[in-house]
């Protein structure tokens, strides 16, 4: 079968966490080990509502705000710190800018309301033919609907479409829809799983 199209997942994937000392020292700052901190942000009750679209990104960092027991103005400053050390990959964009147009190249993730917004103010969202966002579409990773609804708007069947994420539940929910995945841990090694399989 020919690969028409490639979907990559973005925080971990192409924007992945290079430096942890900014993470690490907001959270001594509030007398809380890394995981903990990165919990509140990423897995706490207001974040998993946030990632489907159930509350705004700027509810679920008050949410953040109120925990760690500090002003709403206050919260913008701690956002900074807390993705200070994350670093965006543009080798890898770089590489999926080569892709196109002989291939459609997607984004699936598990994000904010604030995401697309971002992506454009960083000028990622030029990479990509579709940015498919939990947030916006009210579902996400791993359950199958997002992956469909990532084919749909590319126009491409599952067995045309290789998926790269960091997370090994995300790999397997996509195979199981028919998609190809390559789980993410080194980018080089990554992005040489990906040629080979395009034979690019």
């Not at 890898?92 to 992506?119: C, D, F, H, T």
């Not at 491409?156 to 028919?178: H, L, M, P, Q, R």
């Not at 993410?184 to 040629?195: G, I, V």
Request: glycine letters at 6%.
């Amino acid at each position: 079968m020919k690969f028409r199209a490639v979907f990559f997942d973005f925080g971990g994937v192409i924007q992945r966490t290079e430096y942890q000392a900014p993470r690490q020292q907001l959270a001594q700052r509030f007398g809380m080990e890394y995981e903990d901190i990165d919990k509140l942000v990423f897995n706490s009750p207001s974040a998993v509502k946030a990632t489907v679209g159930e509350v705004s990104e700027k509810a679920h960092w008050k949410a953040i705000a109120q925990r760690l027991k500090i002003k709403g103005d206050e919260i913008e400053k701690v956002e900074s710190e807390f993705f200070a050390g994350d670093m965006v990959d543009l080798s890898i964009l770089q590489y999926l800018q080569s892709l196109r147009p002989r291939y459609k190249v997607g984004m699936i993730s598990n994000a904010w309301s604030g995401m697309r917004e971002y992506l454009v103010r960083q000028k990622i969202d030029t990479a990509f033919d579709t940015l498919t966002i939990s947030a916006e579409v009210g579902e996400a990773k791993p359950d199958a609907k997002i992956y469909l609804l990532a084919l749909e708007q590319a126009q491409v069947k599952a067995s045309e479409a290789v998926f790269v994420d960091d997370v090994a539940k995300n790999i397997e929910a996509c195979e199981k829809v028919g998609m190809k995945g390559i789980l993410f841990k080194d980018p080089n090694e990554s992005m040489k799983q990906l040629k080979k399989l395009l034979k690019e």
